[in-house]
């Protein structure tokens, strides 16, 4: 399971072997709505979110605001996580609730364009870890195939010689790029509701901003502000790290169905109920691609399943603990820029 790009035959009768696993699931009753799960999710998170901005203004200039900046960090992780499972209509079945918590999440809670977020998670799973199909695998930093390293130009070709070792120290960037990404998104045309996502990251930015030099003075808050956003980009980055990086890619038309396409391109992780929690069900890869409106609740009873299911089909099916998923990544990372090193 570690060749550049996988290219398999085709099986016999398309979709019919996802449509009987579809049918298993179904008449488990895992694809049913969980409206009482998701309002206490909500209600638990949206309480520790809050709770924390409160602990931050009553403990004003402390160095104990760092720790404050770190739960914050898991906090809008966690928050990252509800707009994802919204996105997938995991909580509402209609389309207009869905839209209003995804937008009060996303832009007003952390700073992220839902719409644009949206847009982009929908190619990927549409093509997970196709080389030009999948946004996530664009070699516009790091390169995911030795066919893109021989390719890559400016950054991607200086970073990518020794992209495993920087990959978490660039994670620390990554709230900042989804900043600026959803700034980008709302100010070119074309956004679904541009002037309002533009209005609700305008209003994050600048009560996140204001309560940082308001309650503390600049020296802190800029530490504040490097802690909380570069510990949350490094959650966000190892929370989507294991469930792709370092599995096969894809190029052209490969011969695959949807079952097989899903199934050779993800990983899961165990861990256990720490790991769910933290991953926000992300850690049953496979099942989520398989069934993206499935409650994230519910994946973890999916699981054997759809295990036993591929065993039956013969088809990989990888699950690994999260510390080997991210030594996989790495590895990947590592071969992928071979040629860059060569070149050097």
């Not at 019919?16 to 709505?33: M, Q």
């Not at 599995?247 to 993800?266: A, E, H, N, Y």
């Not at 089909?313 to 992928?336: D, F, K, M, N």
């Amino acid at each position: 399971m570690t060749p550049d790009n996988l290219v398999l035959p085709a099986a016999a009768g398309p979709g019919s072997d996802f449509a009987r696993l579809s049918r298993r699931i179904t008449d488990a009753g895992l694809l049913a709505r969980r409206p009482g799960y998701y309002t206490a999710r909500i209600a638990v998170v949206t309480t520790l979110f809050a709770g924390g901005w409160v602990a931050f203004a009553l403990l004003g200039d402390s160095w104990w605001q760092l720790a404050v900046a770190a739960f914050q960090a898991f906090m809008f992780g966690q928050i990252a996580l509800l707009s994802h499972d919204l996105a997938h209509r995991q909580v509402f079945r209609r389309r207009r609730p869905t839209e209003a918590a995804g937008l009060l999440a996303g832009n007003l809670g952390v700073g992220m364009s839902y719409g644009w977020w949206m847009d982009k998670h929908t190619r990927h799973h549409a093509n997970p870890n196709h080389e030009e199909l999948d946004p996530d695998v664009d070699p516009d930093i790091l390169v995911w195939s030795q066919d893109q390293a021989r390719a890559s130009r400016g950054v991607p070709r200086f970073i990518g010689r020794h992209q495993a070792f920087l990959f978490f120290p660039l994670l620390t960037l990554e709230g900042l790029n989804l900043h600026w990404s959803g700034i980008r998104a709302v100010a070119r045309p074309g956004l679904r509701r541009r002037r309002l996502e533009a209005a609700l990251l305008a209003l994050h930015f600048a009560a996140y901003l204001t309560a940082l030099f308001v309650v503390l003075p600049p020296s802190l808050a800029l530490l504040f502000f490097a802690v909380h956003q570069g510990l949350w980009g490094v959650y966000m980055g190892s929370i989507f790290a294991p469930n792709h990086k370092g599995m096969p890619t894809l190029t052209g038309r490969p011969q695959l169905d949807f079952l097989r396409k899903q199934v050779r391109t993800s990983r899961n992780v165990r861990g256990g109920a720490i790991v769910d929690v933290a991953l926000g069900g992300l850690n049953y890869q496979i099942e989520h691609h398989l069934f993206p409106s499935m409650p994230s609740v519910h994946l973890r009873r999916a699981q054997p399943i759809v295990q036993g299911y591929c065993a039956e089909l013969g088809i990989p099916y990888l699950q690994t603990s999260l510390v080997e998923s991210y030594r996989q990544a790495l590895t990947h990372l590592h071969e992928a820029g071979a040629p860059l090193r060569k070149r050097s």
